[in-house]
């Protein structure tokens, strides 16, 4: 591997120029050649200051993630950053791109910073389960003080480059040639005192009102609940304020490294990776021509098409949305402004860009206009026959070689696709709801869908925002026909004692933002109900027959009130209790442990099998698909990767015990000691 660390003189000052794409993160090689380069600088007299810059499309992305857990490979980043600080010499960091991370660590260490419009600077290691380990919390405090430093460090989201000018944390914003303003501004240092961050004094803000560590916990809230990293991340920061340096960066190291030695960061680390694999499609290779997709046409303007319609829009890409009545097409184009003006209310939009999306929407109730778009997406009544009779208009109206998607989240797509002539050009783009909102988008492949309409819509995922992961064709896709086997238990449960509060709070418990009654009550009770109150054959069908159609309607497996708080309720636990005794069933109590097992293996289970079957690619896409599609906790990496870290011989003898099924592969793993995930 040829060496990622060059230096160049330009003048009297020595630029240290790394090239270690994609994203020039500080492997071993980095380091090496960043000591190289310091001791280069100040072992020449000639050198009268330092420019450290980065080639290719960003500064330092932070320390080479793929080396964590491996051998450590001197110098480590830590002695690296002291190294620079020391330097007798001025030093200037140039950024571009994103310092992020170490990188925005080994910035810290420099003397000054100075960056490009278009840079962002962050911390994000707390995304990764950690916090930053190489003086980070320390430097950064000092250099901008603890209030300022406290988002930086615990949310882990990048600035601007002008906003991190404003805060102090870059000392110039330069429009023209970076290196070439580097030089020119590290060149005016030289002579002048060199200001080394160590040794700055900002963080005693933190110090004379320490009241900004309580309440930047509080305000942050919910979104840090039962994350481990964020906490040790603020406790660093009030240390930078309350200890000397060298006791603050030993506090730092501690808290970093029993942080590198847990299952959150491991969890989340793998999470990181398994993102990026999601969208690599296997057996197509990444340079396969793309279909230009500049418009787009969405069948159906109820809440799921106009929030796949605003995605697009949002993206700037004009979308022609399609309904039968007249009045449909107005409902729903209404939803769309509602929902953008309610963003610009929130200063996440402006009011001309809120005029600008809405400029991109074109309204029609005649098929014909769809005719010239590149894409597009039913989003109708889930109905085969219904689906089938709108591919079929489809095929005949838009032009050829268009996509054609459905939303459908569990009928067949080569179904559907055969009601076309064009089987090759259709596939599954399952949305969640909200749509413009929710990150996962499951793309289905058909039998026949072609590697360029699969890599378009992969590609066009990205554009979108969206994280998307390839299924196969199945009842449910990856997501719902594991979410059913959830839910078959907690019906299961009910019937034999437990309390639906009980099995949404051990869920809570678990992580995730609701239980599964929970979101019963939210998407509604209703859905996929027969509508004749007169026939009662499930604890569903009693609740609609009451009226309890969930969130909307006030009452649904819980009472609501105005505030939407919501409390169990007499009505239904009478409900579930003459069920369960026109079941037979006998009551137990029962515990949360059990809850939890028989929620969550039959899960591991069924995504085995889903693996077994092809439907998924790689274990960790199922992790994605739950991540992002159904609120499963971060910080355990996903289905697959908890049930590795459970163990999976636990998992199977968890199922036998509940009499669940175990699949072979699931079973050939856990008798083969293998695990799910890598
Ligand atoms: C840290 O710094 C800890 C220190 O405090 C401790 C010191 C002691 N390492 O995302 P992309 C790969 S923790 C290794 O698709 P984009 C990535 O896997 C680190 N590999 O590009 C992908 O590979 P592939 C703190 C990395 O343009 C390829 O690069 N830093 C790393 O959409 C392209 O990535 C972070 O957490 C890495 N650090 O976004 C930043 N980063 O092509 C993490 C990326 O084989 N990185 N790769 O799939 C990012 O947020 C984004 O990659 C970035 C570019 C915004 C930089």
Not at 562 to 590: L, N
Request: contains cysteine; negative net charge.
């Amino acid at each position: 591997m040829s060496d990622p660390i060059r230096t160049e003189r330009h003048g009297d000052v020595l630029h240290i120029v790394s090239d270690n794409p994609p994203v020039n993160a500080l492997g071993a090689s980095v380091r090496q050649g960043l000591e190289r380069g310091i001791r280069e600088a100040m072992g020449d007299d000639d050198v009268k200051a330092v420019v450290i810059r980065c080639d290719g499309r960003t500064f330092f992305a932070g320390a080479d993630i793929t080396e964590f857990g491996k051998p450590p490979v001197g110098p480590m980043l830590p002695d690296v950053c002291d190294l620079i600080e020391a330097c007798d010499k001025p030093v200037v960091a140039a950024i571009h791109g994103t310092a992020l991370g170490g990188g925005c660590e080994v910035a810290l260490a420099c003397h000054y910073r100075i960056a490009v419009p278009s840079a962002k600077l962050g911390l994000p290691e707390v995304k990764l389960g950690l916090i930053p380990g190489a003086a980070g919390t320390q430097r950064l405090p000092r250099l901008v003080g603890a209030q300022a430093a406290l988002p930086l460090v615990v949310t882990g989201d990048p600035i601007s480059a002008r906003k991190a000018q404003e805060i102090g944390l870059l000392d110039a914003v330069v429009e023209g040639d970076l290196a070439e303003e580097a030089t020119a501004f590290v060149r005016s240092k030289v002579g002048q005192p060199l200001p080394r961050t160590s040794q700055m004094n900002r963080n005693e803000d933190g110090v004379r009102n320490p009241a900004i560590f309580d309440d930047f916990r509080k305000q942050a809230g919910r979104k840090l609940h039962g994350f481990d990293a964020p906490n040790a991340a603020i406790e660093a920061v009030r240390a930078a304020g309350e200890l000397p340096y060298a006791k603050g960066v030993e506090r730092e190291r501690e808290l970093f490294m029993k942080l590198m030695m847990g299952t959150q960061s491991a969890a989340m680390r793998h999470y990181f990776f398994a993102e990026r694999a999601a969208a690599k499609i296997e057996g197509v290779s990444g340079d396969v021509p793309l279909i230009p997709v500049n418009k787009v046409g969405i069948i159906g303007a109820g809440t799921m098409g106009g929030g796949i319609a605003m995605n697009f829009l949002s993206a700037g890409i004009p979308v022609t949305i399609l309904e039968v009545e007249q009045a449909a097409l107005d409902r729903g184009t209404g939803v769309i402004r509602k929902n953008y003006e309610a963003t610009a209310r929130k200063g996440r939009m402006t009011a001309d860009q809120v005029e600008q999306a809405m400029g991109l929407l074109s309204p029609t109730l005649s098929y014909d206009d769809l005719a010239g778009c590149d894409l597009v997406i039913e989003a109708v009544f889930e109905d085969m026959a219904i689906k089938k009779e709108v591919f079929r208009r489809l095929d005949q109206v838009v032009k050829d070689g268009a996509i054609l998607a459905s939303n459908t989240s569990y009928l067949d797509i080569d179904e559907i696709a055969r009601s076309t002539a064009r089987p090759g050009y259709v596939l599954g783009l399952h949305f969640f709801s909200p749509a413009n909102v929710m990150r996962l988008l499951e793309v289905v492949r058909g039998a026949e869908t072609r590697d360029d309409v699969l890599a378009t819509a992969m590609a066009l995922a990205k554009t979108i925002g969206k994280v998307a992961v390839v299924s196969g064709v199945c009842d449910g896709f990856i997501g719902n026909r594991m979410l059913a086997k959830r839910q078959e238990q907690a019906n299961a449960l009910l019937m034999e004692g437990a309390k639906y509060w009980e099995v949404d709070e051990v869920m809570l418990d678990f992580g995730f933002p609701m239980g599964p009654f929970q979101m019963a009550d939210l998407a509604g009770t209703d859905i996929g109900w027969h509508r004749d109150p007169s026939r009662v054959e499930s604890v569903r069908d009693a609740l609609c027959a009451a009226g309890r159609f969930g969130q909307k309607a006030g009452k649904g497996f819980y009472d609501y009130d105005e505030t939407r708080q919501r409390k169990p309720s007499d009505e239904v636990e009478a409900i579930i209790a003459d069920f369960a005794a026109r079941e037979g069933r006998p009551q137990r109590s029962i515990t949360a442990d059990e809850i939890r097992e028989r929620l969550l293996y039959p899960m591991v289970n069924e995504g085995a099998l889903i693996l077994d079957e092809g439907m998924a690619q790689r274990a960790s896409d199922i992790d994605v698909v739950w991540i992002n599609g159904y609120g499963w906790p971060l910080y355990t990496g996903g289905p697959m990767f908890w049930a590795d870290t459970v163990g999976l011989t636990k998992v199977v003898e968890g199922l036998e015990r509940h009499g669940l099924p175990v699949s072979d592969y699931l079973r050939r793993k856990a008798e083969a000691g293998e695990r799910l995930t890598r």
